[in-house]
């Protein structure tokens, strides 16, 4: 037994009920079941649902986000380092400016370990902000109830620095996340209790709260002074001719060399970590591709209605696929085990919903060209629903079969 093991036992009676550190019981099994594996597991949903260690479940969650992290980070450099050497900026400035010098890395967009450390001098504090804000509302909750700290915190942090700008300001990143983890989770009682998406919520209250830094034009590319709108933003003007315009193209769209949020560029990488998370059977399947199959259907529906004053009726379905964050959302959002629907035939319907809603609110309402986000917090609230009425239809055929 290791001398850490050792040390963590011996302070374990001043934890537990009546000892004298009994109020940080959360805090002290955070840190021993993140260095160990625990000998239990928890009894309570979501995980007992799927019969999974939640923490296994968090970890390929996890794991299954590096690809759009990795392709994320490289291309906030590609991007930043690009609109310099247009607006013709040899440095970045302040401390970013200066590590990356004192390191001697190069602004050069071809070099990608230099745009892919670039990314990370945007991304690391965004992060770092969102796991020290939601995991001090985390334990200070789990206090509260002398509950343990769930893992599943590591996943909406996660999922939520992705879905945002890479130049947001910080205190914006801790409210976002504030407001996700204690309106979106915490208040309903917390990990597997909440009806709507954690990461999602936060993400929603910014876009409202402050719309300027979540959706204009200059808010994609971590340069001052630089405008730069999403191929999603150009089509919801001017449609798909300002994209063709713009040197957009629709491979560009797939692998994720173009403005965005920080992970959800690169569809590619959302389908390889959403190819995981199905094997691994963390996500499902049925919503996965209902999703998709709501999308093709209402895209291609809106395609032969057409329209001479709105041009997002012509968006084909292969671009609604890899412009904004469908795919991320679709990968990673809609596929949350807690807000989703738990029925098979439920889960096709809640995966329909969010591809039907989604591609409604780009066309429709020209104030949200990204639907993504409100379709699947839209569909959260309705899967209680979904699932109640899946149940009793079945509880009516078997009763009109046996009875």
């Known amino acids: 037994m290791s001398k850490l093991r050792k040390y963590l036992d011996s302070i374990h009676p001043h934890f537990i009920k009546g000892g004298r550190y009994e109020k940080f019981y959360s805090l002290y099994e955070m840190v021993d079941t993140f260095l160990y594996t625990p000998s239990d597991v928890t009894?309570?949903?979501?995980h007992a649902?799927?019969?999974?260690d939640i923490k296994r479940v968090m970890t390929y969650v996890v794991i299954a986000t590096l690809p759009c992290i990795l392709i994320g980070l490289w291309n906030i450099g590609y991007q930043a380092n690009t609109a310099?050497?247009?607006?013709?900026?040899?440095?970045?400035?302040?401390?970013?400016g200066s590590i990356l010098s004192l390191f001697g890395f190069s602004y050069d967009a071809s070099n990608p370990l230099g745009n892919f450390l670039h990314g990370f001098m945007y991304f690391f504090p965004i992060y770092f902000v969102t796991l020290l804000v939601g995991g001090i509302w985390e334990v200070i909750f789990a206090a509260v109830r002398n509950h343990e700290v769930n893992e599943g915190f590591l996943v909406t942090s996660m999922l939520f620095a992705l879905t945002l700008p890479p130049d947001i300001p910080l205190w914006q990143v801790a409210l976002g996340i504030s407001f996700g983890v204690v309106i979106g989770k915490e208040v309903f009682g917390g990990t597997g209790k909440n009806f709507l998406n954690p990461?999602?919520?936060?993400?929603?209250f910014l876009f409202f709260a402050y719309p300027a830094h979540m959706s204009g034009d200059a808010v994609w590319t971590a340069v001052d002074g630089f405008s730069g709108a999403t191929?999603?933003?150009?089509?919801?003007?001017?449609?798909?001719?300002?994209?063709?315009?713009?040197?957009?193209?629709?491979?560009q769209a797939f692998m994720g060399s173009i403005q965005g949020s920080i992970g959800s560029t690169s569809t590619l990488a959302c389908i390889l970590g959403g190819m995981f998370l199905m094997y691994t059977r963390i996500a499902s399947w049925r919503i996965i591709f209902g999703v998709f199959g709501g999308m093709v259907i209402t895209s291609t529906l809106l395609n032969w209605i057409g329209s001479d004053t709105n041009p997002m009726f012509a968006m084909p379905w292969y671009?609604?696929?890899?412009?904004?964050?469908?795919?991320?959302?679709?990968?990673?959002?809609?596929?949350?085990?807690?807000?989703?629907?738990?029925?098979?035939?439920?889960?096709?319907?809640?995966?329909?919903?969010?591809g039907f809603m989604t591609v409604l609110i780009r066309v429709i309402n020209p104030a949200f060209p990204e639907g993504i986000m409100l379709a699947i917090l839209f569909a959260n609230i309705f899967a209680p629903l979904i699932d109640h009425f899946v149940v009793q239809v079945n509880v009516r055929r078997r009763k009109r079969n046996y009875v």
């Open 43 to 46: 009894p309570h949903a979501p």
């Open 199 to 204: 990461a999602l919520t936060g993400r929603c």
């Open 231 to 251: 191929p999603l933003g150009l089509a919801a003007l001017d449609g798909m001719q300002a994209i063709f315009a713009n040197g957009v193209t629709w491979t």
């Open 319 to 354: 671009w609604h696929l890899t412009l904004g964050g469908f795919a991320f959302g679709m990968m990673y959002m809609a596929t949350d085990p807690v807000s989703a629907s738990m029925t098979d035939v439920g889960r096709w319907t809640f995966g329909f919903l969010i």
């Open 49 to 52: 649902r799927d019969a999974l």
């Open 84 to 96: 310099m050497a247009t607006m013709g900026i040899e440095q970045a400035p302040g401390w970013r």
